[in-house]
């Protein structure tokens, strides 16, 4: 099914090492797509669109010309990491979250962050974000940001970097859910051959 394929040399191809040679942790993977056969993946690909199109799956776009609703695509190839790899970059992911949470629970209790102007109160009070009337709001359990999510990218040479995060819109958990909701069955008895880790709620979706 790769025979032919070759990595390009300006990006890290999370598949392929630079050699031409499967990365150990895609080799059972692509070996279960093998033993399909190219009638077995034309239709896992042709279910999970069916499946998509059925449950109306759609995502908005945003454009200069408005908002618009498209269908849903699924990647019949995912995104596989080897779980030392993983485990690295889940615990760089949680380790900033306590702070971001004390970070809030100051903006919206004693505001010793902006008196100290440790945060310019500009940058607070002018973002249409920051909910006012909420100021003194105690939150359960100390608890303001129940979500944080990011947004990761991969240089050329492999190392990971975080290009944004985000504490409001639960899209990358509805994402994940939804493409395992909807992928075919076929190709579950595959994942759990390969051991794939579950993700847990606290963690981020690559």
């Known amino acids: 099914m790769v025979a032919r394929y070759r990595p390009p040399s300006d990006v890290y191809d999370e598949m392929m090492a630079r050699d031409g040679t499967l990365r150990p942790h895609w080799r059972s993977f692509i070996d279960g797509l093998n033993a399909m056969g190219g009638e077995g993946r034309l239709h896992a690909a042709e279910t999970a669109a069916r499946m998509l199109h059925e449950n109306d799956v759609t995502y908005i776009a945003h454009g200069t010309e408005g908002d618009t609703a498209r269908q849903w695509r699924l990647d019949m190839l995912p995104l596989i990491m080897a779980p030392a790899e993983w485990h690295a970059l889940e615990v760089g992911l949680v380790q900033p979250a306590p702070l971001l949470n004390m970070i809030v629970a100051d903006v919206y209790g004693p505001q010793q962050l902006l008196k100290s102007r440790s945060i310019p109160p500009a940058l607070v009070f002018g973002n249409p974000e920051f909910l006012l009337p ?46 395992t909701d909807h992928c075919p069955s076929g190709e579950r008895p595959r994942s759990n051959a390969n051991r794939c880790k579950k993700v847990p709620s606290r963690a981020a979706t690559p």
Do not use: E, I, K
């Open 134 to 179: 909420c100021h003194g709001v105690a939150a359960r359990d100390g608890t303001f940001l129940h979500l944080l999510a990011f947004d990761l990218g991969r240089s050329p040479d492999g190392q990971w970097s975080v290009l944004s995060n985000r504490t409001q819109s639960p899209a990358g958990d509805c994402v994940r859910l939804l493409n």
